[in-house]
């Protein structure tokens, strides 16, 4: 299950999307979101969906490394769907005793569903086609208004950029840990819930230590290379647009005003 969890990683491709401004992807990312949400019928979901189609051949990714990040979330979205289903009123479609399946609700589990499997994908689009120089680049340029606010950007940013960036990491650490306590006799698989949970025990112990450990090594590393913080910091690359990124901003806008536009009409 921890090897299917594709958020974080990087793929490298010679792609269109990989050589965009990060900034550009980051604000892609929020307007992915925002018409996911906005999305509630038909047309607007032919839209969404085309639109992702057209990213992931874009991206250059194979669809199936992408996919591998859905089987993570399944436990979440069934639950999601569950509670759709069964606690949504509306006209009746089924019933048996004390259980009630409306046609609202059904609307919403199938809704929930497909929201949640093209969030997964398309948030993972970002990480998948930018570099995590470039992503902690793009997120302090993003940011760089608050600045005068007093916030530390920087900060943010590298820390936003370090997190994302321990998820692979952990998930190798984690496969090396049940690995080696597998080896030793533990069980993870059989058992109740309750059992499970204690079994887990033996593998969440050496994978917190191996955080710290691995977060106090990053520590030393910086301080060592005299990290004092984004003040006067230069960029060996300096991110700049290109008619690339402009064309890749007006279609994001064109995208979005559609998705409004059709929950608006329909």
Known sequence: MFRDITIGQYYP?????????????????????????VMDNIPSFILVTGFLILIIRLSHVPFSFMAKGLRSIMVL????????????????????????????GIYNAVIMMVRMFYLIIGTSIMTLTTTPNNLTDGLETALAPLSALH???????M????????????????????KAQMARGADFESGNIITKAKNMIPLLVPLFVSAFRRANDL????????????????????????????????????????????????
């Open 151 to 157: 916030v530390p950007v920087h900060e943010i940013a």
């Open 13 to 37: 491709a010679d792609s269109l999307l990989h050589y965009m401004d990060p900034r550009v992807k980051l604000m892609g990312t929020l307007v992915w979101i925002i018409a996911l949400f």
């Open 219 to 266: 520590a030393l590393a910086m301080e060592a290379r005299c990290y004092s913080g984004g003040d006067g910091r230069t960029k060996m690359n300096p991110l700049h647009y290109t008619g690339n990124d402009l064309w890749g901003y007006a279609a994001l806008g064109i995208f979005l005003a559609g998705t409004i536009a059709l929950k608006v009409l329909f």
């Open 77 to 104: 979205v069934l639950i999601a769907a569950i509670f759709n289903l069964f606690f949504t009123p509306g006209n009746a479609v089924f019933e048996w005793k004390a259980i009630t399946i409306t046609d609202a």
């Open 159 to 178: 820390m936003m950029s370090i997190a994302l960036r321990f998820i692979p990491i952990l998930i190798d650490e984690t496969n090396k840990i049940m």
